[in-house]
């Protein structure tokens, strides 16, 4: 690996270079076992810890395919979908790769007894299989995490219908918490040059999703002068929803859990800011039942930050907890746009206040290439930046993942591959230099 390293971080290795390096047989990469699924049988989702479920192991370089890549990891990062494969939530992933081997003889090498996560990283093409002309031997890249198929005609005019499509590290195996990376050629865009490895990896997945969400037309089509409300703000994905509204005209209210995660909202530029911690809300008096007058309550308070105003959207997450209120505060024909559900799966609502007040759900699922390839351009230009807080080493992955898990983190949390330190991977230090303000403050979420 050492031989690998030194030719990225020399910055002189040419495409023929990097075609005439050895790849080696075994990698390292963060693993969880399909022996261990029950290992935290019986235990509460908060109280289970990623620490003893994910593995660092020495596993077997996959066969390369046609339209494939395989990539040197520089970094990569934490995302939610990690910690529900590091628990076992809702369901242990070995299922998704059981149904993906059965799909053709390909696909058979991703069902195996561990499965090697991570939906984002940044690094460098090593190789390439059949088919692939775009992609080169030391090009340097990120790549987003839709796995698709594209076979069937439903993937065409937007490839999140395809019934092929997975989530990358999630729903795949071969994932970005590694040395090496197999992924498929359609998930490579170019690397921002301004960007060090670590900044570079974390915003693929939730800026993608974001953008998605919010921006599309598949999403909530924001528009300018639209309020925005998100959940959730100083987050890893509601970071990037709150800087997608502010640069497309919008009006962002940031609900967040603290004072610290107020002032890191501010410092984006948000001005409307609601601590739910400090407000005390209670949209549930039981396991069973939601207090209205909390939603109310909550609504009014939204409306003296707007002068009279209801939200057009609202940028939905956490899911069972906060559902309910997304429905009763968005504005008569507005749009609650939802994707994940951190609290839980299973929503409820007073349908009265959407039929009748001719309210819409849309549901958004990470993005396609397009989607993905605008947001990512949105990075390279420094109109968005990315939200790091903290980076751990390949080793500390698990701990990184506890972290997330508690909700101990703010923005993104980056995970060191390859690379052999912070700092490094700035190709374009003139662009750095023009937008270091702002990257040092989104790293200091």
């Known amino acids: 690996m050492q031989q690998l390293i030194d030719a990225i971080t020399s910055g002189e290795a040419t495409p023929e270079d990097f075609a005439a390096l050895p790849v080696p047989e075994t ?13 935290f049988e019986g235990v509460p989702s908060r109280e289970k810890d990623p620490r003893k479920s994910l593995h660092l192991d020495d596993v077997p370089l996959p066969e390369i395919g046609p339209g494939e890549a395989i990539v040197a990891v520089m970094a990569s990062a934490i995302n939610y979908n990690t910690v529900w494969t590091s628990i076992f939530e809702p369901v242990p992933t070995f299922g998704f790769l059981k149904r993906y081997g059965r799909t053709n003889p390909l696909a058979n090498r991703h069902d195996l007894p561990y499965h090697i996560v991570g939906s984002d990283l940044s690094g460098v093409v090593l190789r390439t299989g059949p088919g692939v002309h775009m992609w080169k031997p030391g090009t340097e890249v990120v790549a987003h995490c839709l796995s698709v198929e594209l076979e069937d005609h439903r993937g065409h005019d937007d490839t999140m219908l395809d019934p092929e499509q997975r989530i990358w590290g999630f729903e795949t195996n071969f994932g970005g918490l590694a040395q090496l990376a197999l992924v498929k ?3 490579l865009m170019p690397k921002p040059a301004h960007l060090t490895w670590e900044e570079a990896a974390v915003p693929g997945l939730v800026n993608s999703t974001a953008y998605r969400q919010l921006i599309s037309r598949h999403g909530a089509g924001m528009k300018l002068g639209d309020v925005v409300l998100i959940w959730g703000a100083s987050g890893g994905l509601g970071s990037y929803a709150t800087q997608l509204a502010l640069a497309g005209g919008a009006t962002p209210i940031c609900v967040v859990s603290s004072p610290a995660k107020a002032d890191i909202c501010r410092a984006m530029g948000a001005e409307l800011v609601i601590d739910r911690a400090a407000a005390g809300y209670r949209f549930w008096k039981d396991e069973h039942t939601q207090d209205q007058k909390e939603w ?7 409306r003296k930050l707007t002068g009279g105003r209801d939200v057009d959207i609202v940028f939905e ?6 559902f309910g209120a997304s429905v009763y505060v968005v504005r008569r024909g507005g749009t609650v746009v939802t994707c994940a559900s951190t609290s839980g799966f299973m929503h409820e609502y007073d349908n009265r206040y959407l039929w009748m007040n001719l309210k819409r759900i849309v549901g958004s699922h990470f993005a396609n290439y397009a989607e993905a390839w605008n947001a990512n351009d949105l990075i390279a230009r420094g109109l968005i930046q990315p939200t790091l807080s903290e980076t751990f080493p390949l080793e500390h992955a698990p701990e990184a993942a506890l972290s997330v898990h508690r909700n101990l983190h703010q923005g993104k949390v980056g995970v060191l591959c390859l690379a052999p330190g912070e700092g490094l991977g ?6 750095r230099d023009r937008h270091l303000d702002a990257i040092n403050r989104f790293r200091n979420v």
Do not use: K, S, W
Request: glycine fraction near 6%; proline fraction near 6%; avoid cysteine.
């Open 27 to 39: 990698y390292r990469a963060i693993t969880v076992h399909e022996d261990e699924v029950d290992m």
């Open 185 to 187: 050629a359609n998930q």
């Open 296 to 302: 109310r309550r909550f609504g009014a308070d939204i």
């Open 317 to 322: 997450h956490p899911g069972r907890e906060t």
């Open 426 to 431: 700035v190709r374009d230090p003139e662009l």
